[in-house]
């Protein structure tokens, strides 16, 4: 892949296309909302909870965010090559106000569902085992809080985190691409899109 400078990502539903606020390694994208983006090596968006050590170089492409209540989603398949490399959707505040929903290798080798949530330090959960290179996420808004789901189909959700998540920046939503221990992945993001309603069923995703 090569990367273009400027390139956009147009996700149906989002006012502003995707932007990359820092560039990845590589990129292409097919169509509206299907991007394949290549991860360097140690790449990754996180504050180390024992030293408070900022580390923010993962290629990532924001847009605003909707103002009132919304939904974004993708099919997000990893090609695995070291532990946590990731595919992530994102919330965005800055360094140290960010959420991450990711599809993460975990150190035991097995595909993960991974949410991170930074509020000054990064709170690490690992959720339940994917078989597979592919699952679906996503990140909706419910009023001032946040809920992350994931799932098999694009249909049916699961609940991996539920949240606060606040800052005097204005939010911003994305897709991440990362390789903290590797030298890098390769993360295919389909079927983005954003949907401007409120989520009904906080624990069934429904």
């Given at each position: 892949m090569e990367y273009v400078a400027a390139v956009e990502i147009i996700v149906p539903g989002l006012?502003?296309?995707?932007r990359w606020a820092l560039p990845p390694a590589g990129v292409t994208?097919?169509?509206?909302g299907?991007?394949?983006?290549?991860a360097g090596p140690r790449t990754d968006v996180f504050?180390?909870?024992?030293?408070s050590d900022v580390t923010?170089?993962?290629?990532?492409a924001l847009a605003p965010a909707p103002a009132g209540d919304f939904q974004l989603s993708a099919r997000v398949k990893v090609g695995f090559r070291s532990t946590f490399d990731a595919g992530v959707l994102l919330v965005w505040f800055d360094e140290r106000h960010?959420?991450?929903l990711c599809f993460e290798l975990s150190p035991q080798g097995v595909p993960t569902v991974v949410s991170v949530i930074t509020k000054d330090v990064s709170d690490d959960a690992n959720g339940w085992p994917i078989s597979g290179d592919e699952v679906w996420l996503r990140i909706s808004r419910i009023g001032a809080t946040w809920a992350l789901h994931a799932g098999v189909d694009g249909n049916t959700w699961a609940l991996a985190r539920y949240f606060g998540l606040d800052s005097d920046l204005p939010a911003q939503v994305g897709i991440l691409a990362q390789s903290p221990a590797g030298e890098g992945c390769t993360?295919?993001?389909d079927?983005?899109?954003v949907v401007e309603h409120r989520l009904a069923g906080l624990r069934d995703g429904s």
């Open positions: 006012a502003e296309p995707l994208v097919a169509d509206a299907t991007v394949t983006v290549e504050v180390d909870p024992q030293t923010a170089n993962a290629p990532r960010s959420a991450k993360v295919r993001f079927q983005l899109s």
